[in-house]
């Protein structure tokens, strides 16, 4: 059973829907750690040495947070760009995430039709995740395909129950190693 550590991020939680019933659905699910960055971190003052820490000590990463525009809320980036140091997670000698999984659990504003060529967005949800996907494959991870949810703003109390439960069942995937793949691990 692999352990799944969800790192979670959103930055105005007290307005939050989806992202509030999603990450409540995985703290209930078993074999999955949530780490909270904006709780932890409001600063932005990410202690290093502690998230690799608890990247080394779990097998799949997933990075949960609201699409904000067709990427990650800030703290995201500034939590990759500083925790996957060289010669940790790439370069000589920069092996602590290899073989480990890379995901995503995504919350968009958009339809799915809008995420295609000719849809507003012109662009599916993989092709802007791009940039993520590369990443994992530099550290040597593989990189599962995405958990997304659509529509959020017009989701109803038994639409987002419904996606709570499918959340489950995708991290449930991720840690009994039953996820489709975007990209094998090597
Ligand atoms: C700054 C900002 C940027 C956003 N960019 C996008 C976007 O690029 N694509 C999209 O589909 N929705 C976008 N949205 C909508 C959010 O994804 C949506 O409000 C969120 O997923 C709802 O989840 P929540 O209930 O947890 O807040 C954006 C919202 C904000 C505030």
Known sequence: MARVLVIFAHPAFERSRVNRALVAAARATEGVTVHDLYEAYPDYLIEVRDEQ???????????????????SPAIVKEWLDLVLT???????DGTALRGKVL????????????YKRGGLNHFSVRELLAPFEQTARLCGMGYAEAFTVHGAHHLDAAALVAE??????????????????WLPTP
């Open 53 to 71: 820490r608890l990247l080394e000590s779990h097998d799949a990463v997933v990075l949960q947070h609201p699409f904000f525009w067709y990427s």
């Open 86 to 92: 060289y010669r940790w997670a790439y370069g000589e």
């Open 103 to 114: 995901a995503q659990a995504i919350s968009a504003g958009g339809p799915e039709l809008a």
């Open 164 to 181: 709570s439960q499918r959340y489950q069942a995708w991290l449930g995937a991720l840690r009994d190693g039953a996820s489709p793949l």
